[in-house]
């Protein structure tokens, strides 16, 4: 199942329980009014730095879009149940897929740290927008050759390279030279 559609729901649900406007939402989270309708309405699939922005003005999770458990034990995910996924725009307005996330966690409540696999899309795009956002990342290529853009600087990390890296410096992640890759990635995000 594509969980992508459940996100906008989950979002104006918990918004709506919290009693909080779009606007008040929008303007705590620091997204234009228009964009927090569009992710709520499944209309754009966001990236994962307005997600984030969001969760923290909700009191929630990052996985809190991600999942329904309330599991407080270990989270064990076979490899065969890793086919659920949630995707994420990579800020092009012409693109509206860039990652396919699956998550290893989603059983697993109360958590932290957010590990996904992720199938990087082939993409010929090369004018990528950086985001930033409060957090840490740990990426390491799985498959592929990646391109990580963090602040000024630019990495190219290949199979069996990884990188830990503070999310609140703008950075951007992607397929080296537009091939498509593998990755495993933990995002931790503070609540």
């Known amino acids: 199942m594509d969980t992508s559609k459940i996100v906008g729901e989950k979002i104006k649900g918990l918004r709506e329980a919290k009693a909080i406007t779009v606007e008040e939402l929008a303007e705590r989270s620091g997204l234009a009014v228009e964009q927090v309708e569009r992710i709520e309405n499944n209309i754009d699939l966001p990236s994962l730095a307005p997600l984030i922005k969001i969760a923290r003005v909700l009191g929630v999770r990052l996985g809190t879009f991600l ?19 949630i995707s994420f725009s990579n800020n092009a307005t012409h693109s509206r897929k860039h990652m396919t996330y699956h998550s290893l966690s989603k059983s697993k409540a109360d958590r932290h740290m957010e590990p996904f696999i992720i199938d990087v899309a082939a993409s010929e795009e090369t004018d990528f927008i950086l985001s930033s956002h409060e957090g840490e990342e740990f990426i390491m290529v799985m498959e592929g ?24 410096v703008p950075h951007h992640v992607h397929a080296f030279e537009g091939q498509a890759a593998k990755i495993l990635a933990v995002v931790y995000t503070p609540v």
């Open 145 to 168: 050759t990646m391109e990580i853009s963090y602040g000024k600087n630019r990495y190219i990390l290949e199979e069996g390279d990884s990188i830990y890296y503070d999310s609140i």
């Open 67 to 85: 999942d329904d458990n309330n599991e407080t034990g270990p989270a064990i995910t076979r490899k065969m149940d890793t086919s659920d996924t």
